[in-house]
């Protein structure tokens, strides 16, 4: 009995000791089964590079859970050839593994770009990544430089006059806020990164061009396998926007060229008056009208879009007059579609409004389809409807007789266009649009040329 229990008591020691001499080689750690938070989702180097070489951002990394968190790996996903570097927590590399944050606790990354202040071969806009990989999840923060001399323009406000002596680059979004105004002079060049949008916010924006030095607003990858990409960027965003205008402006390889929703209710006149303007290669719309905005548009050239060249939706006002709203993409929709209201199946609801002023006086409506003409309404109650279209050639398999549709409608006529496909719009003197217009105030086309008397249809007046 007494042998037991002397050796009972021998094994418990050794035990206890045992156990106190592997806990004082190391802590037995329970890891968090969250992920990272991060202070930035995005680092921007906003420094114009062209005047200093190299600069650093930081940002932090957090564990916001009462455990330790085990990050498996930090990645510089560039790698070897990336304009950047990074420093995470006094350890540098390309690659960093295990690293421990502890519940509540934070560590600093800092990051350096370096390029060559006269590297003007460099495109507008550097972009790297860095993979932070924990718990089998992959999380991204993004890492973007300025990488030419330009006024870049990242989730900022706008208003005076934008300088055009260099381009302007948008990463993000460049908005005009609530009753301030942009005037954006001629010859101005305008590069929108991936998503960026040029947000008018009841506020004014004055796009200036010239005939010869239009401004331009396009996609900011400048290689040549881009220069007809549509969905770029999103494009020109008019919400409740104050009277704006847009005069001899290119914009191409965007999403919705303009898209306008609502205007500002203190607004009677127009919310955008969009002359000598071309609008093409849009993903989706070329000018999209939401809600009851106000567009009168005269001499553009909208063509070459992924859905409409003009859609109005739940209502608004358009005033069309020596236009060519064109199909010739690849689209399977009309060119134009008009509809005064929209159903909301979320909330289960249709919305619909009216349409006071539906004018299109010298428009060409032609394409591909054999329908690029489509008007879906409702009427109703105190929903005003007032459509009047002359002298405009309308292509659609069904001709309507509403009595807004003058006896001057050209139905499925010979436009003739020259070159479609390469977005020559000219004609001969064998097309329908020769001729067949009425006199307006529109007394030049779209190239400067004046119009002859009785002028021809659409933006371009043969001379």
Not at 174 to 195: C, P, W, Y
Not at 425 to 442: E, Y
Not at 451 to 463: F, Q, V, Y
Request: overall charge negative.
């Amino acid at each position: 009995m007494h042998m037991r229990f002397f050796f009972s008591t021998i094994f418990a020691g050794l035990l206890v000791l045992f156990t106190l001499s592997t806990s004082s080689c190391g802590k037995h750690v329970i890891l968090s089964k969250n992920n990272l938070s991060f202070s930035k989702d995005t680092v921007v180097f906003d420094t114009v590079f062209t005047t200093i070489g190299s600069t650093t951002q930081q940002f932090k990394i957090y564990n916001k859970d009462s455990k330790t968190i085990k990050i498996d790996e930090i990645e510089l996903m560039g790698g070897t050839t990336s304009k950047f570097s990074m420093n995470v927590d006094g350890l540098q590399g390309i690659q960093i593994k295990d690293l421990y944050i502890e519940g509540g606790d934070s560590l600093f990354v800092f990051v350096e770009v370096t390029l060559d202040p006269n590297g003007t071969n460099l495109p507008l806009i550097i972009e790297d990544s860095i993979r932070f990989k924990s718990n089998e999840k992959n999380q991204y923060v993004k890492l973007a430089a300025w990488g030419q001399d330009a006024y870049f323009h990242y989730k900022d406000l706008n208003e005076g006059i934008w300088p055009n002596d260099k381009p302007h680059v948008i990463y993000g979004y460049a908005a005009v806020d609530s009753a301030k105004t942009l005037n954006i002079q001629a010859g101005t060049q305008i590069f929108m990164h991936k998503n960026a949008i040029l947000y008018v916010y009841k506020s004014t924006l004055n796009i200036q061009g010239t005939l010869g030095n239009e401004v331009v607003i396009q996609g900011d990858r400048l290689e040549q396998d881009y220069q007809n990409v549509s969905g770029q960027f999103y494009g020109i965003y008019f919400q409740q926007a104050r009277p704006c205008t847009i005069d001899y402006a290119i914009i191409k390889n965007g999403t919705s060229g303009v898209h306008l929703y609502d205007e500002d209710p203190t607004n009677s006149g127009y919310t955008l008056t969009m002359t000598n303007t071309i609008i093409k290669n849009q993903a989706r719309y070329g000018v999209f009208i939401f809600a009851g905005a106000k567009v009168k548009a005269e001499n553009c050239i909208v063509a070459k879009n992924g859905t409409h060249a003009l859609f109005v939706l739940q209502g608004g006002d358009f005033n069309f007059n020596h236009c060519d709203l064109l199909g010739y993409g690849s689209s399977t929709n009309p060119a134009v579609g008009i509809s005064n209201y929209y159903t909301d199946y979320t909330a289960g609801q249709t919305n619909v409004s009216s349409i006071n002023e539906g004018k299109l006086y010298n428009c060409v409506v032609n394409g591909n389809l054999a329908t690029e003409f489509a008007m879906d309404t409702i009427q109703m109650s105190g929903v005003v409807l007032n459509f009047d279209f002359r002298n405009t050639l309308l292509r659609s398999e069904e001709i309507y007789t509403d009595s807004f549709y003058d006896a001057s409608v050209i139905w499925n006529g010979n436009a003739l266009f020259t070159n479609p496909t390469e977005f020559d719009f000219t004609f001969g003197a064998n097309s329908d649009l020769q001729g067949t217009g009425v006199n307006t105030s529109v007394v030049t086309d779209i190239l400067g040329n004046p119009r002859n008397n009785p002028p021809d249809i659409g933006a371009i007046e043969l001379n």
